[in-house]
């Protein structure tokens, strides 16, 4: 492995997004979340030809998760000074901690979704059951982790299929990941998933329902959610399904769902303005929905009302 540089090469992904990975990996990602406007989020999807990143550190915490490995892949990787050669990496992930010093090299195309989150959020995560000064994110070179790789799958569908139209889903799926590596991959282990019981007092959940409610035709983010009932989102998120039995983004497309079933009885709009109507992206991502949780598709359930 070549060291180009006695130093590291600072960079930071947040405040100069696609700039920066245009400077590391010598392209513009396959699509960002940027280009699919989650402007909270930093993540993106790729397909790495073979070739190497000198000797860099980010000034964020970075999850690498290969989706795909079209082949047998060898990668040389080095990170605070250890050197590792990793095999057949699909399925795995790697954790670059912010400001660790890291190389690496690779010999064939390589799938991967690239997240990019900031320390301070990431300590902050659950700042109601845990001293944010006492979490460090540990260096992982490539690691299975069936959790983390279907987390990277349906980011990067989500991505790739459903855009703008899914970012408090992107959010959740971050939110998940963050609380997964929190328990096994930091240096204050413990299970935050059983510190994080209980349920929302109910003023609280019906405030944030009011919100959903009055905003779901919106994009709505967990974030803004959270801040309704002045919690975190890893927090707000863990409680509301305590309390409601499902996820913040399962009750928001279920509340669109209901909103477009009336529409479609009403009879005054097509389908395709029943989906812009109530948030979807387009058509088909109404459809998507409406079959799974009613069971028929929009028109057929058109045919059904009309009988």
Request: net charge positive; glycine share 4%.
């Given at each position: 492995?070549?060291?180009?540089?006695?130093q590291?090469?600072s960079?930071n992904?947040?405040?100069?997004?696609?700039n920066?990975?245009?400077?590391?990996f010598?392209?513009?990602?396959?699509?960002?979340?940027?280009?699919?406007?989650?402007?909270?989020?930093?993540?993106?999807?790729?397909?790495?030809?073979?070739?190497?990143?000198?000797?860099?550190?980010?000034?964020?915490?970075?999850?690498?998760?290969?989706?795909?490995?079209f082949?047998?892949?060898?990668?040389?990787?080095k990170?605070?000074?250890?050197?590792?050669?990793?095999?057949?990496?699909?399925g795995?992930?790697?954790?670059?901690?912010?400001?660790?010093?890291?190389?690496?090299?690779?010999?064939?195309?390589?799938?991967?979704?690239?997240?990019?989150i900031?320390?301070?959020?990431?300590?902050?995560?659950?700042?109601?059951?845990?001293?944010?000064?006492?979490?460090?994110?540990?260096?992982?070179?490539?690691t299975?982790?069936p959790?983390?790789?279907?987390?990277?799958?349906?980011?990067?569908?989500?991505?790739?299929?459903n855009?703008?139209?899914?970012?408090?889903y992107?959010?959740?799926l971050?939110?998940?990941?963050?609380?997964?590596l929190?328990?096994?991959?930091?240096?204050?282990?413990?299970?935050?998933s059983?510190?994080?019981?209980?349920k929302?007092?109910?003023?609280?959940?019906k405030?944030?329902?009011?919100y959903?409610?009055?905003?779901?035709?919106g994009?709505?983010?967990?974030?803004?959610?959270?801040?309704?009932?002045?919690?975190?989102?890893?927090?707000?998120?863990?409680?509301?399904?305590?309390?409601?039995?499902?996820t913040?983004?399962q009750?928001?497309?279920?509340?669109?769902?209901?909103?477009?079933?009336?529409?479609?009885?009403?009879?005054?709009l097509?389908?395709a303005?029943?989906?812009i109507?109530?948030?979807?992206v387009?058509?088909?991502?109404l459809?998507?929905?409406?079959?799974?949780?009613?069971?028929?598709t929009?028109k057929?359930?058109?045919?059904?009302?009309?009988?």
């Amino acid at each position: 492995m070549k060291n180009n540089s006695s130093q590291d090469s600072s960079v930071n992904f947040i405040t100069d997004k696609e700039n920066i990975y245009k400077r590391v990996f010598k392209r513009s990602p396959l699509i960002s979340s940027m280009s699919v406007g989650w402007d909270n989020l930093d993540i993106v999807y790729d397909v790495d030809p073979p070739g190497e990143i000198s000797k860099i550190s980010f000034q964020q915490h970075c999850i690498g998760i290969f989706t795909e490995a079209f082949s047998s892949t060898e990668i040389e990787r080095k990170m605070d000074g250890r050197l590792v050669q990793e095999e057949d990496v699909r399925g795995n992930f790697v954790i670059v901690p912010a400001n660790m010093s890291h190389q690496v090299v690779w010999d064939k195309p390589i799938s991967a979704v690239k997240i990019a989150i900031e320390p301070r959020v990431f300590a902050q995560t659950i700042y109601e059951v845990v001293d944010p000064d006492r979490i460090e994110l540990l260096p992982q070179f490539a690691t299975p982790d069936p959790l983390v790789h279907q987390i990277g799958l349906s980011l990067q569908s989500a991505l790739t299929k459903n855009g703008n139209g899914s970012r408090l889903y992107a959010e959740t799926l971050i939110n998940a990941l963050i609380l997964h590596l929190l328990e096994n991959y930091s240096g204050d282990r413990r299970s935050f998933s059983e510190c994080i019981t209980g349920k929302l007092p109910k003023y609280k959940l019906k405030r944030v329902i009011n919100y959903i409610y009055a905003h779901f035709d919106g994009d709505l983010s967990l974030k803004e959610l959270a801040s309704c009932v002045q919690m975190s989102p890893t927090y707000f998120s863990r409680l509301f399904k305590e309390t409601t039995g499902i996820t913040p983004h399962q009750y928001v497309i279920r509340c669109r769902i209901a909103r477009a079933k009336d529409l479609l009885k009403q009879g005054k709009l097509s389908i395709a303005e029943v989906a812009i109507q109530v948030g979807f992206v387009d058509q088909s991502h109404l459809y998507r929905y409406f079959k799974r949780l009613v069971g028929v598709t929009p028109k057929v359930f058109l045919q059904e009302f009309r009988k």
